[in-house]
């Protein structure tokens, strides 16, 4: 697994993908100098890089920055892999971006504007790093939750449906990347049905309920 960035949601899912057994490769901005700390922390599983690096490393790439950086993803490197994009647009760190504005691109479609021939997969997106660690439940788990995933390829949802699946949940699909607009900031599956943040540990949600929330959405 290769990430490029390693802030909240990053550093999260790395420390359940090593719990799962995966190796992984982490990056951000600022140097793997940076995040020499975390990967000690995470174990010998995981090791900082840079972005380039982590994206060629990864057999699965997580791209968890903001979107005004999206301009910066090694694109070159993430050419017919499997990416994770986990990312929400937020104007008042973001800037005005007018296709996001005017909801004439979701926020993944703008991203593959950035990486063209990548296999790009929305999820991760819509809940809170916090609970997402203390949810995950093994398979077969009567209080597992689910998670949506939005893309455009068959295979690369496939293959992070298994990746979900490993590190302790079960999957909704929730469309293309067009639709993936059902999961963005403010929807009603965005956050709530995993509790408020107030409370750290969350709550499980069934796959009834997280595709009744993608349904309630409006644009």
């Known amino acids: 697994m290769g ?28 140097g793997p100098e940076t995040l020499v700390d975390t990967a000690e922390e995470l174990g010998p599983q995981a090791s900082a890089a840079t972005s380039e690096e982590a994206a060629t490393a990864g057999g699965i790439v997580v791209v968890t920055v903001p979107v005004s950086a999206f301009p910066h993803v090694p694109a070159a490197q993430l050419a017919g892999k499997t990416v994770i994009d986990t ?57 597992r939750s689910y998670l949506p995933i939005a893309g455009d390829f068959a295979p690369a949802k ?10 302790g949940y079960s999957v909704v699909d929730a469309g293309t990347l067009a639709d993936s607009w059902r999961q963005a900031t403010g929807t009603p599956v965005w956050g709530t049905p ?12 069934a796959e009834d ?11």
Do not use: M
Not at 159 to 165: G, M, P, S
Not at 194 to 205: H, L, R, T
């Open 3 to 30: 990430f490029i960035g390693s802030g909240s949601i990053g550093r999260t899912i790395a420390r359940l993908a090593v719990g799962a057994g995966h190796q992984v490769v982490l990056s951000n901005s600022r």
């Open 87 to 143: 990312c929400n647009y937020g104007p008042e760190r973001d800037g005005r971006i007018p296709e996001l504005d005017s909801k004439s691109l979701t926020s993944s479609e703008l991203l593959l504007q950035y990486v063209p021939d990548a296999l790009l997969v929305k999820a991760f997106n819509n809940i809170f790093y916090k609970h997402l660690l203390s949810l995950a439940r093994p398979a077969g788990a009567a209080d």
């Open 158 to 167: 496939a293959a992070v449906t298994e990746f979900i699946d490993s590190i």
């Open 194 to 205: 995993y509790g408020p943040y107030s409370n750290e540990k969350g709550q499980p949600v």
């Open 209 to 219: 309920a997280i595709r009744a929330a993608l349904a309630a959405a409006t644009q």
